[in-house]
């Protein structure tokens, strides 16, 4: 019988209530898509808009308070033996949710500049430039602000992110300020994919900071695996998904980018 992570277990029992927001969140997000195609008049097209708008902040936030209570140590071992409010509503998970929601914005606003560029839209490009930059600025101090934040609540990742994980930490602020840099020069290549890499950076570099462990300080990556038939069963579902759906998906892309498919 196959059997899941044990970190499964913990995660999901006890921060079942930010899974449950952020799951409404990704629901209502596509309803808001939906209903917006389909919305007859001008007042339904802006509550499925406010409804897509509201969504795309909460999933991201509450993803992000996840993430700050597993940072901090507030997910322990045990069924549902960690505190259902107190475990994401603290000072790491609410800074956490915060800097998820900037960074979505950031990296949205960046892509939608080089949309605008290539439906030569001027004034869309200026309006997401300023949106971009107003982002990676709030990013930014928002990141600041982590550094005294997790260094009082969440000293396992600060001790990781200042030590093993800083050349991540600083090829990420390289890779932010050179995105600024380019937009603001309104360079037409480059800033895509150093935005990606800002963000993949910090990604890493927390993966680094929290090595070994799936929750720090209780549960190592290796006593939390899985059984190894499961772990063989997502090991064959990933390989077929590279095989067959990431090239589909790659070609999507492309001829989106070169507007083949409007054409």
Excluded: K
């Excluded at 070994?212 to 499961?230: D, F, R």
């Amino acid at each position: 019988m196959c059997r899941f992570s044990l970190a499964f277990t913990e995660i999901f029992s006890t921060l079942f209530i930010p899974l449950s927001l952020a799951a409404f969140g990704i629901v209502l997000r596509g309803a808001g898509f939906a209903f917006h195609r389909l919305a007859p008049g001008v007042r339904e097209r802006r509550l499925s808009q406010a409804l897509f708008g509201l969504s795309s902040l909460l999933t991201p936030f509450f993803m992000g308070t996840v993430v700050g209570a597993v940072a901090s140590g507030r997910v322990p071992l045990g069924n549902a033996e960690g505190d259902p409010v107190t475990s994401w509503l603290n000072s790491v998970s609410l800074l956490t949710g915060a800097l998820f929601v900037a960074t979505g914005a950031y990296l949205a606003a960046v892509f939608l500049v080089s949309d605008s560029r290539r439906a030569d839209d001027a004034d869309l490009e200026r309006y997401f430039t300023a949106r971009a930059l107003g982002a990676a600025v709030a990013a930014g101090a928002l990141a600041v602000a982590g550094i005294f934040v997790f260094r009082a609540d969440a000293r396992y990742i600060y001790d990781g992110l200042v030590s093993e994980g800083l050349p991540l930490v600083i090829l990420s602020g390289v890779c932010g300020i050179a995105v600024l840099a380019l937009l603001r020069r309104g360079a037409q290549r480059g800033a895509r994919v150093l935005a990606v890499g800002a963000v993949a950076a910090v990604v890493w570099a927390w993966g680094v900071a929290q090595f070994p462990y799936l929750l720090p300080q209780s549960l190592t990556i290796e006593e939390g695996a899985s059984a190894s038939e499961t772990l063989n069963e997502v090991l064959i579902v990933f390989g077929v998904a590279v095989v067959f759906v990431l090239p589909a998906l790659g070609l999507l892309y492309v001829l989106s980018q070169r507007s083949v498919l409007e054409e």
